[in-house]
């Protein structure tokens, strides 16, 4: 494995763009780096590309190493797509496998069986390090694809690509706005974009005043996210965001102060009550209202004031408090 490894170059995400956009689908790709977010759209892009509309909901199958079942994994690997027809596999926290499972799970990857595309994906807090053994056998059998933040001028042409789609231009400050705050995160780079372009006529010129009016802060659209995984009960993805924010510097007090100011704005918004902000925005918190219902708007507001009680009184690092209650308020 380690020679295969070695031979074995680093694609990144644009290549693998071009690749499945021209028709050329690798048998198993491993997704890694810091950005979950481009990971998630390129296993979205892989899934419509490969699979006939009408094969995507029997034929592709997303699995989690530390929530199936091992052998059960090694089930929906072995087996040979009926008909001839596509398959496509996501498995994603493989860093998860035990040392005992991970020959068998290597083996039934050398190669898959045919028409399958095999993805193996690692969250971003969670990717093995590059001289692990782990990462080398997993460069053994996978084609490897790593998912770094945008740089500069990628972010720049994506702007300027999303606005023109949308019958707007922008000045260079602004523009620049845009990139500095999100830093080279593309879930946060559309998040942005995505307020602007439904918020903004088509035909205007976009300056730095409506950029500072329209995009209230990158953390309150990151809350967005984060409420929404809540809802739809993906503990995972919503404990990636709050890892997320700590790596960029949110203290877990300010943390709790945004979590807690949101929740009491859905209470607001069940009430019917005045928010203040921009339209955007109050349309989004009624609309997250909707499917969050009061009972557990005031559940979640309870263990969020019991856990700042416990951040205060014991011993134990905030960040496993502060994970736990997550956990909770996302079950």
């Given at each position: ?64 190493v ?23 596999l ?51 059998v ?14 720049e ?13 922008c ?6 706005m ?19 372009v439904l ?20 953390e ?15 503990r ?9 924010l ?8 300010q ?49 969020i ?15 496993i ?11």
């Amino acid at each position: 494995m380690a020679k295969a490894a070695a031979s074995r170059r680093i694609l990144d995400p644009i290549t693998l763009g071009r690749e499945i956009g021209a028709g050329n689908f690798r048998p198993v790709y491993y997704f890694f780096g810091e950005e979950d977010y481009r990971k998630a759209e390129a296993v979205k892009h892989i899934v419509t590309l490969y699979l006939p509309q009408a094969q995507r909901m029997l034929n592709f199958s997303r699995l989690t190493v530390d929530k199936a079942d091992f052998e059960a994994i090694c089930g929906e690997l072995a087996s040979i797509p009926m008909l001839g027809e596509r398959r496509v596999l996501f498995v994603d926290e493989v860093q998860r496998l035990k040392p005992t499972h991970q020959q068998k799970f290597f083996a039934l990857l050398a190669p898959p069986p045919p028409e399958t595309v095999v993805i193996l994906s690692s969250p971003a807090e969670r990717t093995p390090r590059k001289d692990s053994a782990l990462f080398r056998d997993l460069g053994g059998v996978a084609d490897l694809v790593q998912f770094d933040r945008l740089a500069k001028n990628a972010a720049e042409a994506k702007v300027l690509r999303t606005l023109e789609e949308a019958g707007l231009t922008c000045d260079r400050e602004a523009l620049n706005m845009l990139v500095e705050i999100t830093d080279g995160d593309f879930g946060g780079l559309v998040g942005e974009l995505e307020k602007l372009v439904l918020s903004v006529e088509p035909g205007r010129r976009i300056g730095l005043d409506e950029v500072k009016t329209l995009v209230s802060s990158h953390e309150q659209f990151t809350m967005f996210e984060l409420i929404d995984s809540i809802i739809a009960h993906e503990r995972d993805t919503a404990l990636h965001i709050y890892n997320d924010l700590s790596r960029k510097g949110v203290r877990t007090e300010q943390f709790m102060g945004m979590l807690s100011g949101h929740m009491v704005n859905l209470l607001k918004a069940h009430a019917n009550k005045k928010i203040a902000g921009q339209p955007f925005y109050v349309g989004k918190l009624r609309q997250q209202a909707r499917e969050y219902d009061r009972p557990k708007v005031l559940s979640a507001l309870a263990r969020i004031a019991e856990t700042e009680r416990n951040i205060r009184r014991t011993k134990l690092k905030p960040s496993i408090l502060v994970e736990n209650l997550i956990r909770e308020i996302a079950a």
